[in-house]
């Protein structure tokens, strides 16, 4: 039997893909955004999906059912109150509140271990004030707690995407964080197979017009027989008049007076560079403008498909709803292959308890 687990503010599923390759069962999955949670059930079909803001369940009635029946929850529910500068950072804040549903229903179902990701301040802000909080509030409940700050190309993810994970065990040790993997991927090695469109071609489904040229392509090509996503936003002339002035490698440092936007983005109107890694994926990589995700040389900015591929996702995974929509779920995702790593070190120190019960 498979472990079990709850995956709360769900998004598209990166999480539960990652917990999925490494041989868990996502039972049930939370998220509130209609056509997020639509695009999650075409990828998971086997979870069921609970459309709902989760202030508004009856938890006791959505989950209660599952106590004793759960071995993870995982989730990363979002925490705005200590972005704030110059303010006391404290669960307790209003911001904060959808963490409190994250641990109530930890405390309802009762899982033999947790998984909590989020923006890394989760964990520094206030000199750790917020972190103290987290872990007496966990610890009462009989967690222990192991945390950390990963960063997602350190698991063979072609990007810079740093994360904090909190990972919490009752009634014993928590595992260590997965140890970093020395294998770099690059955007080339992630992007270099699919079809070279321009500005405002490509259709939702289309054949593959090269072979996979790296192992990484190789691993997200398995057993997919079609290419989704892959569709180049149209830009207007300027645009296009613009991109055509900037060379690979080079950004708006090359465009003359009259082409320089106020852009706050860092990263804007830049190339991405083919042999290194990207900028952290947001939900706006189809607009030069908003940050570096404008194609190594092609006039054009990324596509939902690249930019899938740099949070690898695996191609039979499709993004569906609109294209805001679509940013949303890939802009907002765990990688699926960091989540792998923190799976595998959940599944290894399961077995190991298993194996030492076994022993007794």
């Not at 936003?233 to 900037?246: D, F, G, W, Y």
């Amino acid at each position: 039997m498979k472990p079990t687990v709850i995956d709360l503010f769900a998004g598209v599923g990166g999480l539960s893909l990652g917990f999925e390759m490494r041989g868990f069962n996502v039972l049930v999955a939370n998220e509130y955004d209609k056509s997020i949670a639509a695009a999650y059930t075409a990828n998971h079909k086997n979870t069921k999906m609970i459309v709902g803001d989760i202030t508004s369940l009856d938890l006791d009635k959505t989950f209660g059912s599952y106590k004793g029946k759960v071995d993870v929850v995982i989730g990363g529910p979002p925490c705005q109150g200590f972005s704030q500068k110059g303010q006391r950072k404290t669960i307790h804040d209003e911001r904060n509140f959808l963490f409190k549903y994250y641990v109530a229903v930890v405390k309802l179902v009762s899982p033999k271990y947790f998984v909590m990701e989020n923006v890394p301040n989760l964990l520094t802000a206030e000199g750790g004030y917020f972190r103290k909080e987290i872990e007496e509030l966990f610890n009462g409940m009989g967690y222990s707690l192991q945390y950390g700050v990963l960063n997602a190309s350190d698991y063979g993810v072609p990007q810079n995407r740093r994360r904090a994970v909190i990972i919490g065990k009752l009634g014993g040790d928590a595992p260590c964080l997965p140890k970093p993997k020395s294998n770099t991927v690059t955007i080339w090695d992630a992007i270099s197979d699919l079809a070279f469109l321009e500005s405002g071609e490509g259709q939702d489904e289309q054949a593959y017009k090269m072979p996979p040229e790296s192992e990484y392509e190789k691993l997200l090509r398995k057993n997919s027989e079609v290419l989704y996503n892959h569709v180049a936003t149209k830009h207007s002339a300027l645009a296009l008049e613009r991109l055509a002035l900037i060379p690979p490698n080079a950004g708006r440092e090359v465009l003359p007076k009259e082409h320089l936007t106020k852009s706050i983005y860092s990263g804007t109107w830049t190339r991405m560079r083919k042999d290194e890694i990207s900028v952290t994926i947001t939900t706006r990589f189809d607009t030069p403008s908003s940050g570096k995700f404008t194609h190594p040389f092609l006039n054009r900015a990324i596509t939902v498909r690249e930019a899938a591929r740099i949070q690898s996702f695996p191609d039979t995974f499709r993004f569906v709803g609109n294209k805001g929509s679509q940013m949303k779920q890939v802009g907002n995702a765990v990688p699926p292959l960091l989540a792998a790593a923190v799976a595998e070190v959940i599944m290894k120190d399961m077995k190991e308890e298993l194996k030492n019960e076994q022993t007794r």
